[in-house]
């Protein structure tokens, strides 16, 4: 069974990070071949162009070429979109999703695929933050199920639970409103695509209302117990 776009693009990034040539990658992943070899150059350009250092300055390069790359290809894809029609109509306006995912790999390169690692602990406020935030939302745009969409969503909202936590224990209050608009905005995105599913697929219904609760229980009950010693002006966060 052929893995999705998301994990195959994973792999890819750190290959090429690592210092694999694209053919190569291509190779390793034919089932996805069209789709990678219109990524893949721009993502190797940038690997062996930025430095290893995120910089300001080299993550502004990165982008500056990344923009320039990307309309080269959006130029050229005006004619091929014609003539490759099963994907790109399965995908629709998936040049957008091109410029989220290229746009994190701007940055990913100026430190390598380790960047994204080092971000998964960040919070809100934090210099990497942005970037877990973003590697977030290019998970969610190559995602093509609603029960997949639903289960990020709910990983993604016991993240931000967990943030609001760890901002209260360490008295850094003013990123909590910040966290908290993400945490509804997650849990409101499974509630939606839970409501559809109810009523075409019962079976996608309860996976997904199982996966939330599984999730997001215990980091709803660790935000509880972190409110309680949080000012009163935050408490309602967990209310």
Known sequence: ???????????????????????????????????????????????????????????AL???????EMA????????RRTRKARWWSGIGPRWA??????????????????VVAASGSSLPGDTLYPVKRAWEQTRLTFQQSDEGDA???????????????????KGQIAHVEEA??????????????AASLSQRDQKAFAAVEADLE????????????AALGAPASVQTVAA
Do not use: W, Y
């Open 214 to 225: 599984a999730r997001t229980a215990p980091a709803l009950a660790r935000l509880q117990a």
């Open 180 to 193: 908290e608009a993400q945490l509804h905005k997650h849990l409101a995105q499974v509630d939606k695509i």
């Open 1 to 59: 069974m052929p893995q999705p776009l998301d994990i195959v693009l994973d792999d890819c990034i750190s290959r090429i990070a690592a210092g694999e040539t694209v053919e190569s990658c291509l190779a390793r992943h034919p089932e996805h071949a069209e789709e990678l070899r219109a990524l893949l150059p721009t993502i190797a350009q940038i690997s062996t162009t930025v430095a290893k250092t995120p910089t300001p300055s080299k993550k």
């Open 97 to 114: 999703v091109a410029g989220v995912s290229a746009s994190v790999l701007a940055v990913l390169f100026g430190g390598g695929t380790a």
């Open 151 to 169: 289960k990020l969503h709910a990983q993604f909202a016991a993240r931000r639970a967990d943030e609001i936590s760890q901002l209260l224990e």
């Open 72 to 79: 080269s290809l959006e130029r050229e894809d005006a004619a």
């Open 62 to 68: 990165g982008r500056r070429r990344l923009a320039e």
